[in-house]
T-cell receptor, first 111, second 115 residues
C-alpha cells in the first residue's frame, strides 16, 4: 500500500545546512509536499514538487526528488533557531486526492 | 493571506457524547478534507468532500463520523458517540482542486480530548 517514511530526529547547529529525508512507495504520485508544524500550531505548507521535476529551489529551501529511488529530501540552508519544528513529507495519492504523511522529522537547531 | 480556521482549538468531551468540530475553509476552495493525528502517530486522512458529497473516506471514517457543509462557509465533522480512542488532533484542510498545482492548506487543528 501507500506509505511514507521519514527519520524521526535531526539536530544541527545554527548556520549549518539541514537535510531531511523521506521515502515513499506510490510511484504514480504526482505531487510531493513538505509541511512544517511548530509547537501548538497547524501544518504550514512549505513547498512542493511535481513528479516530473528533479529539483525545486525556493529561497533557503531546496527540494530534491529521485523518482527512481522514490526518495525526497528537503535541504534548509543557513538553518536558524526559528526553523526548529516538525517537518512532514507527504505524497498526493494519485487515485484518491488524499495526502499520505510520513511520521514527521523533529528538527532541533542548536545556537 | 487567506487561511483555514478551526474552532474550538481544544475540546474536552465525556465518552459517549457527541462532538462537532468546525472549520471555515478558504473561501474560493472547492475541496475539503479532515485528517487526524493521534499523539505520537502519523497524520491520517479521514474524509474528502466535494460538491456537497463525500468523495473519499478512509476505514477510520465509520458510521460514527459524518461531515456537513451546512452553509456556504462552514465545514463540520461530527462524531456521534465519542470513544477514548477518538482523542487526537483533528485538522481541516481545503484546496481549490486536487493536485494540478493546488495544494491543500491546513488549519491549526482542534485538539479533542475524550475523558
Amino acid at each position: 500500500g501507500e506509505d511514507v517514511e521519514q527519520s524521526l530526529f535531526l539536530s544541527v547547529r545554527e548556520g549549518d545546512s539541514s537535510v531531511i529525508n523521506c521515502t515513499y512507495t506510490d510511484s504514480s504520485s504526482t505531487y510531493l509536499y513538505w509541511y512544517k508544524q511548530e509547537p501548538g500550531a497547524g501544518l504550514q505548507l512549505l513547498t512542493y514538487i511535481f513528479s516530473n521535476m528533479d529539483m525545486k529551489q525556493d529561497q533557503r529551501l531546496t527540494v530534491l526528488l529521485n523518482k527512481k529511488d522514490k526518495h525526497l529530501s528537503l535541504r534548509i540552508a543557513d538553518t536558524q533557531t526559528g526553523d526548529s519544528a516538525i517537518y512532514f513529507c507527504a505524497e498526493l495519492s494519485s487515485n484518491t486526492g488524499k495526502l499520505i504523511f510520513g511520521q514527521g522529522t523533529t528538527l532541533q537547531v542548536k545556537p | 493571506e487567506p487561511e483555514v480556521t478551526q474552532t474550538p482549538s481544544h475540546q474536552v468531551t465525556q465518552m459517549g457524547q457527541e462532538v462537532i468540530l468546525r472549520c471555515v475553509p478558504i473561501s474560493n476552495h472547492l475541496y475539503f478534507y479532515w485528517y487526524r493525528q493521534i499523539l505520537g502517530q502519523k497524520v491520517e486522512f479521514l474524509v474528502s468532500f466535494y460538491n456537497n458529497e463525500i468523495s473519499e473516506k478512509s476505514e477510520i471514517f465509520d458510521d460514527q463520523f459524518s461531515v456537513e457543509r451546512p452553509d456556504g462557509s462552514n465545514f463540520t465533522l461530527k462524531i456521534r458517540s465519542t470513544k477514548l480512542e477518538d482523542s487526537a488532533m483533528y485538522f481541516c484542510a481545503s484546496s481549490y482542486s486536487t493536485g494540478n498545482n493546488q495544494p491543500q492548506h491546513f488549519g491549526d487543528g482542534t485538539r479533542l480530548s475524550i475523558l
